[in-house]
Structures are given as C-alpha cells and as structure tokens.
Nanobody
Framework: QVQLVESGGGLVQAGGSLRLSCADSGRTFSSYIMAWFRQAPGKEREFVARISWSGAGTYYADSVKGRFTISRDNAKNAVYLQMNSLKPEDTAVYYC????????????????WGQGTQVTVSS
C-alpha cells in the first residue's frame, strides 16, 4: 500500500524558493515512478515533473524546466521538488503521485496520490 503525504508548501515572494517533500509510509516506494502535479484555481491538474525508479531519469514540463528540480531518496521513501525563481503563475496546490508507467505525464498514469500542499507566490 502506498500512502503519500506532502509537506513544505507555503507563501513566498516572486523570485523565492520552496522545497516540497513527499513521504511514503509503504514498503514499495522504490518500485514506483514518482511525479509532481499541480492544480491552480479554476484550472485542470497539470503535470510538473517525473522521476524514474532509480532517480537517474527526470522529465519536466516546459513551464518549470530550469527552475524546478525533482529528486528522490529511496532509503527515506521520499521524493522532493526544489522550486527556484518562483513566479505568481506557479501558485497552485501541488500533489505528488506514484505510478508504474515509465513515461507517464497524465493523471491516469498514476495510481496513488497525496492530499496536496498549497504553494502561493506573491508578486
């Protein structure tokens, strides 16, 4: 069973940084592709970043490439999203997700979801 809990969200000024964490209390964390999605008010949930089982492979949405970095620590059953140079348009609820499709970028590619953490970027 995968149970994901996000943390690290908050209010930050434009240009600032935040680091999100997502912890899994299960025993099979390293078996899953991990990803971050986000959902802004009135918008669809969108893909942000993905990381492979080992952490060697990553993939980013164009909107965050060069500013965000996804990483994982399988020994700690955790995945992280380092967010730098934040913009007001990054304001959203951020969700971590676990799945088994190696190239998944859609919500349906991920089976397990956290409850989300709010990130607000002020201008």
């Amino acid at each position: 069973q995968v149970q994901l809990v996000e943390s690290g969200g908050g209010l930050v000024q434009a240009g600032g940084s935040l680091r999100l964490s997502c912890a899994d209390s299960g025993r099979t964390f390293s078996s899953y592709i991990m990803a971050w999605f986000r959902q802004a008010p009135g918008k669809e949930r969108e893909f942000v970043a993905r990381i492979s089982w080992s952490g060697a492979g990553t993939y980013y949405a164009d909107s965050v490439k060069g500013r965000f970095t996804i990483s994982r620590d399988n020994a700690k059953n955790a995945v992280y999203l380092q967010m730098n140079s934040l913009k007001p348009e990054d304001t959203a609820v951020y969700y971590c997700a676990a799945g088994t499709r190696p190239l998944g970028v859609g919500q349906n590619d991920y089976e397990y979801w956290g409850q989300g953490t709010q990130v607000t970027v002020s201008s």
